[in-house]
């Protein structure tokens, strides 16, 4: 059981930055695609952001597109830059046990999820 641990949530201004990050307990587990979902309260869980750890092609949403940036080194990163009030929510890092998968931030097609890390943008 592979288990995801989410860092570096914390509350800032508009325009200002956070850089997430995410460790896996087990790469093996990790080898295919790993995103970055979000889900603020009374609304459904999106993905913001994936990527295919064989080839690194990326994936965004077009909220994020431009402002975030996924990266992947010994841990999983979310760049987030230019935030903005409506991208307060909970931070979650997932992985997928699918070689292939037909939507890479489509919620439903991950296995496994950290317990979040909490991100909140004042006005």
Known sequence: QV????SGGASVQAGGS???SCTASLYTYTRYYMG???QAPGKEREGVAAIDRRTGSTYYADSVNGRFTISLDNALHLQMNSLKPEDTAMYYCAAAL???????????EYNYWGQGTQ???SS
């Open 3 to 6: 288990q995801l641990v989410e």
């Open 18 to 20: 956070l850089r997430l």
């Open 36 to 38: 970055w979902f979000r």
């Open 98 to 108: 699918s070689e292939r998968l037909s939507g890479p931030l489509a919620p439903n």
């Open 119 to 121: 991100v909140t943008v």
